[in-house]
């Protein structure tokens, strides 16, 4: 069974709102997570990593105030798209790392209109 | 990490083994070699992991050379509802997963 959810599911807004994304361990605390995009066609592309109790890590090139990462429980990480706007639409899934495995959620559906 | 290069698609035959290949020639001793499988709109689902010999598990079985340089992810019996696309992926224990392109196997009745 699953082990990662995410909610919501999809999520439509208008531009210039800001939009959270919630992504939860099931059934494990989780003190790492990591959070990945992926534009339609195109392969997962990771964000950052979330890290519990301090600050995420973000990979080259990703905005970390644009894309809020907040790791405050050992079950929880959320991210928040900051003023989105219609480039900011894709795929965003995130993953736990589970001894030497991770484990990725369903996906949620950000379209900015 | 090291990369891995994979063919972009393949077919394969319902019922039929599918077999999947994955070169990884810059593997450093530490890296295992992943395997993850993406179907359309989901998100990715673990198949199998290995470091250096054959892994089996109750999806597939994953054969590793002896050099690591390559691998293949090796489905069995091949239903409609493996077509996907099918990620190798190089890391460490506990690293960074870095997806490329992978392979699209789409499975025909």
């Known amino acids: 069974g699953a082990v990662v959810s995410q909610h919501p599911s999809w999520v439509i807004c208008k531009s210039g709102t800001s939009v959270k994304i919630e992504c939860r361990s099931l059934?494990?605390?989780?003190?790492?997570m990591f959070w990945y995009r992926q534009f339609p066609k195109q392969s997962l592309m990771l964000m950052a990593t979330?890290?519990?109790?301090?600050?995420?890590?973000?990979e080259q090139g990703v905005e970390k105030d644009k894309f809020l990462i907040n790791h405050a429980s050992l079950t929880l990480s959320t991210l928040t798209v900051t003023s989105a706007h219609p480039e900011d639409s894709s795929f965003y899934i995130c993953?736990?790392?589970?001894?030497?495995?991770?484990?990725f959620g369903p996906g949620t559906r950000l379209l900015v209109l | 990490d090291a990369k891995t290069t994979q063919p972009p698609s393949m077919d394969c035959a319902e019922g039929r083994a599918a077999n999947l290949p994955c070169n990884h020639s810059?593997?450093?001793?530490?890296?295992?070699v992943y395997w993850y499988r993406q179907i359309h709109s989901q998100g990715p689902q673990y198949i199998i992991h290995?470091?250096?010999n054959n892994e089996t598990n109750e999806m597939a079985s994953l054969i590793i050379t002896e050099d690591r340089k390559s691998s293949t992810l090796i489905l069995p019996h091949a239903t409609l509802r493996d077509t996907a696309v099918y990620y190798c992926?190089?890391?460490?224990?506990?690293?960074?997963?870095?997806f490329g392109q992978g392979t699209e196997l789409s499975v025909k009745p």
């Open positions: 810059t593997i450093s001793g530490n890296e295992y």
């Open positions: 992926i190089v890391a460490s224990q506990g690293g960074k997963l870095i």
């Open positions: 993953s736990e790392r589970r001894q030497e495995t991770q484990y």
């Open positions: 979330s890290n519990e109790g301090s600050k995420a890590t973000y």
């Open positions: 059934d494990f605390q989780a003190t790492t």
């Open positions: 290995g470091l250096k």
